[in-house]
């Protein structure tokens, strides 16, 4: 009955991370849609709310071995000299609850503040706080936090290069073209391939393996041939919407050629937000779900293990907190990054979208926490400089790098200060808690 009563109380800490997950990084899902004016505030929740909790569900248990475990070695404090049975297993407990607690805090400032943090930076830096007060320096893995702390730099980095890349490519394409209406029959097309191959490619390698067993066979060039399909229906589907929705309006007005060129735009920008944040489900539940499936597992199983699968109600709690934190309180942030970085029109909204999308995607393949706040906000910045300086607003863009680099310090010592006060009032209780469940299992 305790354990049931502590792994609900834990579970509710997790929860209440996640929604600040949610409250905090929709602005990384939706913005764009509801910047561009494509969608209201109220239909950017639901849509994100919808693709928000099948990302976690589907994808979300790839990126969680990486936050959980890969930061604070689990031997290292195994290893602590005088360490009594039950010990160590106590103290990862508490540190991982204090984690929690700590990034769940930050990110509720945070969002009250209208700044998109990084909820991967907050995760982070707590864990890495807990370890260096329990075990010393040498408990943390500095090559992995190394590896973390420059996809920080290279996501935004990667995000910005290709929205900036794929919105000059749209300019010339179409919106600096004498007849842009033509040009958009031609390229809107291609874009909505190249859109359906890579979210079609991601769900088929990342998604589908979760829900359906057996379709190993569904990789390398059968994967391929499955997206190059549907990327071809999706293609024919919009070249003949397009068709419909521009022929004969090639002799209009320039200014009523771009009018009707962003309304094709519109649905497609709609489409790019919701994988947005379907990547950013699978990538950010982590965050909230790493270390409450290692408590919950510790708990259960009296053992620290280096690798513990991630139970289905722990991946559904994590995604139902951040579709909680999404229709609750993210409005605030979405404004911030949906319209106080730079004037987004539903053809640069749809830039940006694919940018982040791709680059998030891949790294969550790679099995890397990437920040899905950076590679948005670097795509926003991309699609900025592409018209000048002058289409960035450099002022809300320094208060968010500004918050970026505070993150993770300011993570850390509210952490150590929880795990503190934790291992004070609590190590004993969860110390006898652990050696009952190992008698019981025994």
């Given amino acids: 009955m305790e354990t049931t009563i502590f792994i609900v109380i834990v579970s509710l800490f997790g929860l209440y991370m996640a929604w600040n997950i949610g409250a905090n990084d929709v602005a990384n899902s939706m913005a764009d849609a509801v910047g561009s004016k494509a969608v209201t505030i109220k239909q950017a929740v639901i849509l994100a709310g919808i693709c928000e909790f099948a990302g976690a569900v589907l994808v979300g248990s790839h990126v969680t071995d990486t936050v959980r475990k890969g930061i604070v070695d689990p031997s290292a404090i195994a290893s602590i000299p005088g360490m009594m049975p039950g010990d160590a297993a106590a103290i990862m407990v508490i540190g991982?609850?204090?984690?929690?607690l700590s990034a769940a805090f930050w990110l509720h400032f945070s969002s009250a503040t209208g700044m998109p943090v990084s909820t991967t930076h907050s995760i982070?830096?707590?864990?890495a706080g807990f370890g260096i007060v329990a075990a010393g320096w040498s408990s943390v893995n500095w090559g992995k936090m190394a590896q973390i702390v420059s996809s920080w730099f290279i996501s935004p980095l990667a995000g910005g290069i290709m929205g900036y890349i794929f919105f000059i490519f749209i300019s010339k394409a179409i919106l600096g073209r004498d007849r842009p209406v033509l040009a958009a029959k031609f390229y809107v097309p291609f874009i909505v391939f190249v859109v359906s191959g890579i979210v079609t490619l991601s769900t088929i390698y990342k998604g589908l393996k979760h829900?359906?067993?057996g379709v190993d066979w569904m990789t390398g060039d059968v994967a391929i041939l499955i997206a190059l399909m549907i990327s071809v229906f999706f293609a024919i589907i919009s070249m003949l919407w397009v068709r419909r929705k521009l022929d004969g309006k090639d002799d209009l007005l320039l200014a009523k050629q771009l009018e009707l060129v962003e309304e094709t735009f519109t649905p497609i920008v709609i489409i790019t937000s919701c994988t947005v944040a379907f990547a950013h489900g699978a990538n950010d539940v982590a965050n909230a779900i790493g270390p409450l499936a290692a408590v919950v597992h510790i708990i259960q199983n009296g053992t620290i293990e280096m690798k513990v699968g991630v139970p289905l109600w722990i991946l559904c709690l994590g995604g139902g907190g951040i579709v909680f934190g999404l229709g609750t309180y993210g409005h605030k942030v979405m404004k911030t990054v949906g319209t106080k970085i730079t004037e987004i029109t539903p053809s640069r909204g749809v830039a940006a979208d694919i940018a982040a999308t791709?680059?998030?995607?891949?790294?969550?393949m790679m099995k890397l926490p990437v920040s899905t706040t950076h590679t948005l906000v670097g795509a926003i910045l991309g699609i900025g400089f592409a018209r000048g300086l002058s289409g960035v607003n450099r002022a809300v863009t320094k208060k968010i790098?500004?918050?970026?680099?505070?993150?993770?310090p300011a993570a850390a010592i509210v952490s150590i200060l929880l795990f503190?006060?934790?291992?004070?009032?609590?190590f004993d209780y969860v110390r006898q808690l652990i050696i009952n469940n190992q008698v019981i299992i025994g």
């Fill in 96 to 100: 991982m609850v204090a984690a929690l």
């Fill in 124 to 127: 982070v830096g707590a864990v």
């Fill in 211 to 213: 829900v359906i067993k």
């Fill in 358 to 364: 791709a680059t998030v995607l891949v790294c969550t």
């Fill in 401 to 408: 790098f500004g918050s970026w680099f505070v993150t993770v």
């Fill in 420 to 426: 503190l006060i934790g291992r004070y009032f609590f």
